[in-house]
């Protein structure tokens, strides 16, 4: 039975309540919008961004938390209990991850923009807080169920890696007002690695082997290729952490070549899952993924070119370009097109009661291909600006994602106007 099937099978039983997942949804398409205008307004030091407080850093974790963390928190809370059969014990420690992580985020981005430890440090305590309860519910959740081993591999890997990513970001924080760090450097790298290859990374890979499957309704990859590519990447992401932190380029070249080996193992698998699945006309969102698919052996190539100089005065910056919108963003943003209309569906009035056909309509809606269009070619002219190290062109490629994150925004409250429920 394809994994599409067993997940329907038991979802409507398991489903939270709408405003549940899609709160997350709905903060995540208005820190996109910020994230954008947070670029542009930092633009003159985005091209080179190499860390440290300001305007860039603000966006990035616009990025990593507002866009990223929080979607990947609404998605979880939903998709995980319907796909291990468990439901969640309540949902109140949801709602309080939300009040905690999401205002908690919007003081950290305020601390990180203004340079200012006495916002930054607080906030940095109440979003960990928020997130470290997050990974408390996964684990309970996780606790409880066998029947997803490959899944479940990936999600323990991912907490333990959001409990450390968090634990190095409060320390960072910390550290811009004591100083106290031998080399806030080699942190801040190795926070960077953990968030993006660790904890979002490995979401991603896991979430993979559920909803490629599903969306392409065909049975899920073979267990042991499956644990194989699992133990690469995840020996990559901990050689990255490592290397990293000794400030070791030999060590971190390992990581690197590990991870390629991860990823195109991978990608040989979701392959494979495409080629059996039943559905061959998987549409617009499927660009996207491929694009993305394509951008993650790129991740890794521009940060061993970056690593031996061979990247260009700014190839750390377009190595953390590339991982975190090449990769991470447009990944997510396809996946995210699939999910909200599949989840609306389940809440929306059935057709046979004169519901809409809510996945169908909104499958080409134009925002979509607006936003699509003004993702890649943002991307684009970005890689160029950061490549030239020009203010200018990164203005205009950021002011097209700009474009490209409203009509996301319009395609997000369009899916949730449809699920208001009636007078
Ligand atoms: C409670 C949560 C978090 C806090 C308090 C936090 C805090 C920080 C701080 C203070 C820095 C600046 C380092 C510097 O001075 O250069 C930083 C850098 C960064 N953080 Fe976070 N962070 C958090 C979560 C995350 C997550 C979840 C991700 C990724 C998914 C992430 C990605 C990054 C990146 C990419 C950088 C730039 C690294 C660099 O400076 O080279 N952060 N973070």
């Known amino acids: ?34 994230m954008w ?43 995980l209990p319907v796909a291990t059969r468990r439901t969640l014990h309540a949902v109140w420690p949801i709602q ?42 996964l684990a309970d959740n996780l606790r409880r169920t066998s029947s997803l081993p490959v899944v479940g591999a990936y999600g323990w890997a991912a907490l333990a890696a959001l409990v450390l990513v968090t634990v190095f970001g409060v320390t960072l924080a910390i550290n811009n007002e004591i100083g106290v760090l ?42 042991r290729p499956s644990f194989i590519s699992f133990a ?47 559905r061959k006309r998987l549409g617009l969102s499927f660009i996207l993924v491929r694009a993305a698919w394509i951008m993650l052996p790129a991740t890794l190539l521009v940060g061993l070119a970056a690593l031996y100089g061979f990247a260009g005065a700014n190839g750390g910056t377009l190595f953390g370009f590339v991982l ?38 909104l499958a080409n809606a134009r925002s979509l291909k607006l936003h699509a269009a003004c993702h890649g070619l943002a991307f684009a002219v970005i890689v160029v600006a950061i490549v030239l190290d020009n203010a200018m062109v990164a203005r205009l490629g950021i002011a097209i994602g700009l474009i490209g994150a409203l009509a996301f925004a319009w395609f997000t409250a369009d899916v949730i106007r449809r699920i208001l429920p009636a007078d």
């Open 182 to 223: 031998p080399d806030h450097g080699a942190v801040a790298l190795a926070h960077l690695i953990l968030g993006g290859f660790g904890f979002m990374g490995l979401l991603a890979l896991g979430f993979s082997h559920i909803l490629i499957p599903m969306f392409a309704l065909a049975p899920a990859p073979e267990k």
């Open 96 to 137: 309080l991850i939300f009040w905690l992580a999401v205002p908690g985020l919007i003081a950290l981005i305020i601390g990180m923009h203004t340079a200012q430890t006495r916002i930054l440090i607080p906030a940095s305590a109440m979003t960990a807080v928020g997130l470290l309860l997050f990974c408390g519910l």
């Open 37 to 79: 205008l947070g670029l542009l307004n930092g633009a003159d030091e985005a091209t080179g961004f190499r860390g440290g407080l300001g305007a860039t850093l603000a966006s990035v974790h616009l990025l990593t938390l507002g866009i990223l963390t929080t979607t990947a928190i609404g998605a979880a809370v939903q998709l």
């Open 324 to 361: 975190l919108f090449g990769w991470l963003l447009t990944f997510l943003v396809a996946i995210l097109q699939r999910i909200m209309p599949f989840l609306a569906s389940m809440f929306a009035t059935p057709q046979a009661s004169g519901g809409s056909a809510i996945v169908s309509e």
């Open 232 to 278: 690469l990447s995840s020996v990559a992401v901990f050689l990255g952490t490592l290397g990293a932190l000794a400030g070791s380029r030999n060590i971190l070249t390992v990581a690197a070549l590990t991870g390629l080996a991860g990823a195109a193992s991978h990608l040989w698998l979701m392959h494979r899952v495409l080629k059996a699945g039943m």
């Open 1 to 34: 039975m394809s994994v599409g099937a067993t997940f329907l099978g038991g979802a409507k039983s398991r489903l939270l309540p709408r405003s549940i997942p899609f709160r997350f949804f709905a903060a995540a398409a208005v820190f996109h919008v910020m």
